[in-house]
Nanobody, 124 residues
Framework: QVQLVESGGGLVQAGDSLRLSCAAS????????MGWFRQAPGKEREFVAA????????YYADSVKGRFTISRDNAKNTVYLDMDSLKPEDTAAYSC?????????????????WGQGTQVTVSS
C-alpha cells in the first residue's frame, strides 16, 4: 500500500504561484498514473490534472489549462503541481492519488490511494 503526503498549500493572493508536492512511500510510483483533484466547500470534487507513469503525457481540466503544470520525478517518488496565475476560484483542498496506467484519468473512482490533502486559499 502506498502512502501519499501532499504539501505546499497556503494562503496567497490572486495572481500568485504555488507548488504542491505529493511524496510517496511504501511503493514506487513509476508504474502508476498520478492525478490531482480538488474540492471546495459545498462543491463536488473535481479533476485538476494527471500525468502518465513515464511523465510523457499530461492531462488538464479546462479551468486550469495554461496556468497549472503537473510533473513528476520518479527518482524522488514525487509528483508536483505548479500553479500560476492563481484565482480565488482555485481555492480548495487539493489531493493527489494513484491509478493504474489505463485508468480514466479524470474519474476520481479510478484512483485507489489518496493523500490527506493540502489547502490552497486564494484571496482576491
Amino acid at each position: 500500500q502506498v502512502q501519499l503526503v501532499e504539501s505546499g498549500g497556503g494562503l496567497v493572493q490572486a495572481g500568485d504561484s504555488l507548488r504542491l508536492s505529493c511524496a510517496a512511500s511504501g511503493r514506487t510510483l513509476n508504474t502508476m498514473t498520478m492525478g490531482w483533484f480538488r474540492q471546495a466547500p459545498g462543491k463536488e470534487r473535481e479533476f485538476v490534472a494527471a500525468i502518465s507513469a513515464s511523465g510523457g503525457i499530461t492531462y488538464y481540466a479546462d479551468s486550469v489549462k495554461g496556468r497549472f503544470t503537473i510533473s513528476r520525478d520518479n527518482a524522488k517518488n514525487t509528483v508536483y503541481l505548479d500553479m500560476d496565475s492563481l484565482k480565488p476560484e482555485d481555492t480548495a483542498a487539493y489531493s493527489c492519488g494513484t491509478a493504474h496506467p489505463f485508468a480514466r484519468y479524470s474519474d476520481y473512482a479510478e484512483y485507489d490511494s489518496w493523500g490527506q490533502g493540502t489547502q490552497v486559499t486564494v484571496s482576491s
